[in-house]
């Protein structure tokens, strides 16, 4: 069980009974780094600070077992190939098996260090975490590739923050930046006072067809998928009403979001961001996502003065190219406190 309460400035995470404080948007930063790794989640990389877990459906003696790349010897993972093997620990009794599918996959991430503490979050198709369905008539064959409400989940957050949360300028009034609320509205598929998001990509592939969708209507398709993903999640998340204190200590209302699911937290962040009017970008240098204060017009955007270090250093062409620049300056600093002395 899962548990965030949501400040100004900051979140409470409770992962089981461990509560750590979290910067803003931190389950939609983590959501999208741990979708990202999903490309050949089998396989792990030792300078990953984190660890993805694969759920072995024919170990020996038929017994499921969760491997990590910690694990004892016996159940370690094969890092070279397409097949996965576990040993019981004597000669000969190696079983292979072929590539697991996203059925056979569980997709646990032991967290690095937050706050002081250790968490372990799993996001886990075949239980809490099971991925939004979209009806058979409009899906078709389009989600019957391997991992692909993964892959789509990732898309969809990803768009989301990118569509809904980033400051845009007003068509007739640039100097105006549209709110959070306001784009989702425009992005949105729903026809007012109807609950069923998927109406109008239904009506659209009911009177053009199936292809015609895959070609003119595609993004229609998208965006439906989207919205259907973000009304699914935040539907997983339970609330309730609590008292919470800002930083001078004063009593404000505030809410208690639960959820089995911890990507159901991800999307509830982006829920938050829309009600509270909150602009949110993705660091151009690490890829996480926070919350983002004007100016709104600058040509790149990283979230720490250590993503900003090295994005001036990836732009200078790297960090001999900086020293040498640095040394120029001196000089040049030297140069003119002379002709003032002078």
């Known amino acids: 069980m899962y548990s965030l309460v949501i400040y100004d400035d900051r979140e409470s995470l409770t992962v089981g009974e461990q509560t750590v404080t979290v ?12 979708l990202q790794r999903l490309e050949q989640p089998w396989k792990t990389d030792p300078e990953d600070g984190a660890e993805l877990c694969v759920f072995e459906s024919s170990l020996v003696d038929s017994k499921p077992a969760a ?36 059925g056979q996959i569980l997709m646990g991430w032991v967290f690095g260090e937050a706050d002081g503490a250790n968490f372990t979050i799993t996001i886990d198709y075949q239980g809490a975490d099971q991925p939004y369905q979209m009806p058979p008539e409009l899906a078709r064959n389009r989600t019957d590739k391997p991992f ?3 892959d789509a989940e990732l898309t969809s957050l990803l768009t989301a923050v990118e569509n809904w949360l980033v400051p845009q300028a007003a068509e007739f009034r640039p100097h105006i930046f549209l709110r959070p609320i306001d784009r989702f509205k425009a992005d949105s598929v729903q026809i007012p006072d109807d609950p069923d998001i998927h109406r109008r990509l239904a009506a659209i592939q009911a009177e053009y067809g199936f292809e015609a969708v895959d070609g003119e209507f595609y993004p229609l398709w998208l965006k439906t998928y989207r919205e259907a993903t973000f009304h699914y999640r935040t539907a997983a998340a339970g609330t309730q009403m609590m008292l919470t204190s800002d930083g001078r200590g004063h009593k404000q209302p505030g809410l208690l979001y639960r959820s089995e699911s911890f990507l159901a937290l991800a999307w509830i962040e982006i829920l938050w961001a829309l009600d509270h009017h909150t602009f949110a970008q993705q660091c151009k240098t690490c890829g996480s996502v926070f919350r983002l204060q004007g100016p709104y017009r600058r040509s790149s955007y990283q979230c720490s003065p250590t993503c900003r270090r090295l994005h001036r250093l990836e732009r200078m062409g790297g960090r001999e190219q900086q020293r040498a620049y640095n040394r120029e300056r001196k000089r040049q600093s030297r140069a003119r406190q002379r002709q003032q002395q002078d």
């Open 148 to 150: 692909f409400h993964s």
């Open 67 to 102: 491997t990590c790349r910690h694990q004892p010897e016996e159940h370690q993972l094969q890092r070279e190939g397409d097949t996965n093997w576990a040993s019981t620990g004597s000669e000969n009794s190696i079983v292979l098996e072929p590539t697991p599918t996203s």
């Open 23 to 34: 910067p803003l948007f931190y389950a939609v930063s983590s959501a999208i780094s741990f």
